[in-house]
């Protein structure tokens, strides 16, 4: 079982910066991948970033160029810098862990954007 917590949510201005945490209760070598998600209001969950075991990293288009996804393997924590924050990216953000055929979720943190 992989436990995942998160922080770092909250409510910021149009054109903000907010850092999100994941601390894993494991050791991230032991996983295939961390990520993040969203899901806003009435919409599907979405994949905002992720990072691979060998530090291949993906993003959606919507956050590149103003999310950057990086870990420290010291902390087995995965952190999400975003910049430029828009109204649009107010949602509630997931951290995910892939380890073999299972997905592992935390509880989400609730980012809010204000115009």
């Known amino acids: 079982q992989v436990q995942l917590v998160e922080s770092g949510g909250g409510l910021v201005q149009a054109g903000g910066s907010l850092r999100l945490s994941c601390a894993a209760s494991?050791?991230?070598?032991?996983?295939?991948?961390m990520g993040w998600y969203r899901q806003a209001p009435g919409n599907q969950r979405e994949l905002v970033a992720t990072?691979?075991?060998?530090?291949?990293?993906n993003y959606a288009d919507s956050v590149k160029g103003r999310f950057t996804i990086s870990r420290d393997n010291a902390k087995n924590t995965v952190y999400l810098q975003m910049n430029s924050l828009k109204p649009d990216d107010t949602a509630v953000y997931y951290c995910?862990?892939?380890?073999?055929?299972?997905?592992?979720w935390g509880q989400g943190t609730q980012v809010t954007i204000s115009s």
């Open positions: 990072i691979s075991i060998s530090s291949s990293i």
């Open positions: 995910n862990a892939q380890r073999g055929y299972d997905d592992y």
């Open positions: 494991v050791s991230i070598f032991t996983l295939n991948a």
